[in-house]
T-cell receptor, first 111, second 110 residues
Framework: DVKVTQSSRYLVKRTGEKVFLECVQD?????MFWYRQDPGLGLRLIYF???????EKGDIPEGYSVSREKKERFSLILESASTNQTSMYLC??????????FGPGTRLTVT | QKEVEQDPGPLSVPEGAIVSLNCTYS??????FMWYRQYSRKGPELLMY????GNKEDGRFTAQVDKSSKYISLFIRDSQPSDSATYLC??????????FGQGTRLTINP
């Protein structure tokens, strides 16, 4: 079974803090993704990576950056957290784009 | 206009009923069509995917794609309380980027 783990289930941070969300997959997948999920908006793609050190912007990259130094690990960075970044963050990995496996999510609250 | 439209519900049906969940889309370039199931406080899990128009069956689940109408459906037969979840349709554009519907919250009542 594919396993995608995320570093925290719940996180509370203050406005202006730098926030790191970590994601690890154990299936040697090339592709990894970060989404946020908000009521009424569904899942929206923030960034994805198709190889180590390679990244592409998704639909809502503003205010975020990513890092992929190792194949199994993909990090999402909020440089200066803001209240409108309060959301559920979901990481996924895939061999092919249409078969993505998701982690359990991190619910981030920015106060 | 959103690329993918999905009625958020909620939808509540009795156990054993046939459930129909639907999405419409506007981008004719979409080729792969997916259904994900998401239980409360969990990440989405892939239920089924189909390529192009037609039907695909997996146990009690049938996915249907009508590209001419830009309409996809998921049917659940003999619905069970364990099917209670949010169901998300998704479509792929390009090689990697999924576009999701809002999700429909489904409750199956015993």
């Amino acid at each position: 079974d594919v396993k995608v783990t995320q570093s925290s289930r719940y996180l509370v941070k203050r406005t202006g803090e730098k926030v790191f969300l970590e994601c690890v997959q154990d299936m040697d997948h090339e592709n990894m993704f970060w989404y946020r999920q908000d009521p009424g908006l569904g899942l929206r793609l923030i960034y994805f990576s198709y190889d180590v050190k390679m990244k592409e912007k998704g639909d809502i990259p503003e205010g975020y950056s990513v890092s992929r130094e190792k194949k199994e690990r993909f990090s999402l960075i909020l440089e200066s957290a803001s209240t409108n970044q309060t959301s559920m963050y979901l990481c996924a990995s895939a061999i092919v784009g249409y078969e993505q496996y998701f982690g359990p999510g991190t619910r981030l609250t920015v106060t | 206009q959103k690329e993918v439209e999905q009625d958020p519900g909620p939808l509540s049906v009795p156990e054993g009923a046939i459930v129909s969940l639907n999405c419409t889309y506007s981008n004719s370039a979409f080729q792969y069509f997916m259904w994900y199931r998401q239980y409360s406080r969990k990440g989405p899990e892939l239920l089924m995917y189909t390529y192009s128009s037609g039907n695909k069956e997996d146990g009690r689940f049938t996915a249907q794609v009508d590209k001419s109408s830009k309409y996809i459906s998921l049917f659940i037969r003999d619905s069970q309380p364990s099917d209670s979840a949010t169901y998300l349709c998704a479509m792929i554009k390009g090689a990697q980027k999924l576009v999701f519907g809002q999700g429909t919250r489904l409750t199956i009542n015993p």
